[in-house]
């Protein structure tokens, strides 16, 4: 059994210890999405980790690399793990974690969740993606069902981070409790504007480009079936893209891009297209509007809590056609503009004060789901300034 200093302390006394300085910040954190995925988990998991490092968290992850797996059912990409509890118990122990972060609800966050009960740890969670939503589009399970599973998951934590005010409000509805605001990042360093090519892919503009998993929850097609003029790019790869290359072969698929090559990619977009409906985010959505893209979206969670309804850089609208055509006459440079409002250093100080609250080590501003919720603004007003979320702390 492990012996941390909750188990010796009274939770007063470890609190006190660790704001002194007296005990290292030793964080585990717990994930079923990792490499090789290549989605806004992982990607959110890495850059926070990077920033971590600076910080002086000593950081471990426990990811399906460390056991045997199976293919997720219609969505083989991802990877479930089928290991004991013992094991996963062991490699959380390993590393005689202070805090414990549960990223996913898979097989690893649900087995965390119970190593957590049974040691008597605090723990976090955050809520990366719609799992009700998703399972249900899949199986024949009533999301009522799902979002009962979602509730008692997270609910057992002491703090589910969320990225925007508007899933922050939706998630309380259903009775999730004590949310923190943890908001996202963007390397302005490598998403920049460039010198714009007559025919980037060799194809005319206005070019409008999505970015992202080529799945069924991304709801391409609606995007896909507009009639604009230029040419369509999707960049990236998933499970419905034999399918949607066969049904669009006037769309040109550009397939997964990494580093240089995808900053080229976006940086070269008229319009950058979000047609989902699902994001708890949209971390593409900053990737755009750094590379000095704007963003054409539906009013949903994401967009309308990054962009706003009144923008200069980009447009929400129901009618994504009459959204990506309003798009084309937004600011270059003001899209870039709000992406450098968003940093990863100031997401993560969100990120590791949040665990630090989740744990007692400090008093979080926001102690229960309805007092940070309730206190955001129901949407943007126009003009009002667009950013990132305040600190929980």
Known sequence: MLQRPANTYSGESWANAAAAGNLPERLVIVTDAWHPQVNGVVRSIENTNRELAKMGVEVSMVTPERFNSIPCPTYPEIRLSIANYRRIAREIEKHNPSYVHIATEGPLGLTARRWCL????????????????????????????????????????????????????????????????????????????????????????????????????????????????????????????????????????????????????????????????????????????????PVAAYPVTGPLDIIGEDSDVGALDANLQAACLAALSASRSKARELAMQYSWEAATLQFINNIRAANGVITPKWKKAWQFAKSLPRSRKPGETAGPLPSAD
């Open 118 to 293: 049974k040691n008597r740890m605090p723990f976090s969670t955050s809520y990366h993606t719609r799992f009700p939503e998703y399972v249900s589009a899949r199986l024949p399970i009533p999301k009522s069902w799902l979002y009962s599973f979602v509730r008692w998951f997270h609910n057992g934590g002491a703090g589910c981070m969320v990225a925007t005010p508007s899933l922050a409000r939706e998630l309380s509805d259903k009775g999730i409790r004590n949310l923190m605001p943890w908001s996202r990042g963007i390397d302005a360093t490598q998403f920049r504007p460039m010198a714009l090519e007559e025919n980037p892919f060799g194809l005319p503009r206005p070019i409008f480009m999505t970015v992202g998993r080529v799945a069924l929850e991304k709801n391409l097609p609606a995007f896909l079936d507009l009639d604009l003029p230029g040419s369509k790019v999707v960049v990236g790869d998933g499970p419905a893209r034999a399918e949607l290359e066969k049904q669009y072969p006037d769309v040109f698929f550009a397939g997964v891009q990494f580093g240089e090559d995808l900053a080229k990619a976006y940086a070269q977009a008229d319009v950058f297209v979000f047609p989902s409906l699902t994001d708890t985010f949209g971390n593409t959505i900053l990737e755009a509007l750094a590379s000095g893209v």
